[in-house]
């Protein structure tokens, strides 16, 4: 399905615990434009997470079920859960909103597949592998083993970057959420209708 608006999609990926999630809301609260494009996943909730906001939390077989009946732009296995982006979701929320995705890199392949789609796609990185175990060991949501594996992972994740349309090194979040910012405004000038928004 093609979208009539210039409404954009844009996809913020980055290794886990390089400061995706913190920028994806604060984009979402700055601007009134941006909805989040809600994942479904089979993982357990964390403590502070809602159904419906954070993810849409279901069974292994009900995705499996959405998987066999192409209801997905995307979905990935990641750390033993399946996580997915549900096409009805997205092509609703298109026609009036902006997106952004907050997925990794299998996603964003997938997604890429799709010629429809207008995506804009950013890299986060964070400066050093050891900066990255820091928050990874300060966010406390995970067990050891569990940054353990994420932190492993890094090394994989990051020869991804290829794939993207920009690069932004998350030094320090102010920084970084400004670089984002811009490209958002430089890709949504392109698109007529934004001008209008802004006034």
């Excluded at 994942?39 to 954070?54: A, C, I, Q, W």
């Excluded at 026609?95 to 996603?107: E, H, R, S, T, V």
């Excluded at 569990?146 to 290829?162: L, M, P, T």
Aim: glycine share 4%; net charge positive; aromatic share 12%.
């Amino acid at each position: 399905m093609s979208h009539d608006s210039n409404n954009i999609m844009v996809i913020l990926s980055s290794p886990s615990g390089a400061g995706k999630t913190t920028i994806t809301k604060k984009i979402q609260q700055k601007y009134q434009s941006f909805k989040i494009s809600v994942s479904h996943t089979t993982r357990k909730p964390r403590p502070n997470e809602v159904d419906g906001v954070d993810y849409h939390f279901i069974s292994n077989e009900k995705f499996k079920k959405f998987i066999s009946e192409g209801k997905f732009y995307e979905y990935a296995k990641i750390f033993d859960n399946y996580y997915g982006t549900s096409k009805e979701s997205v092509d609703e929320m298109i026609k009036k909103n902006d997106i952004i995705f907050d997925i990794d890199w299998q996603g964003t392949q997938q997604l890429s597949k799709f010629k429809n789609l207008k995506l804009i796609k950013i890299y986060l990185i964070p400066p050093n592998k050891d900066e990255l175990k820091q928050r990874l060991t300060k966010r406390n949501q995970d067990s050891p083993q569990e940054v353990e594996r994420r932190f492993k992972a890094y090394d994989e994740d990051i020869q991804h970057w290829k794939d993207y349309d920009y690069i932004v090194i998350n030094k320090n979040l102010e920084n970084c959420y400004k670089q984002i910012e811009n490209i958002i405004s430089i890709n949504k000038k392109k698109s007529p209708t934004f001008s209008q928004t802004i006034l």
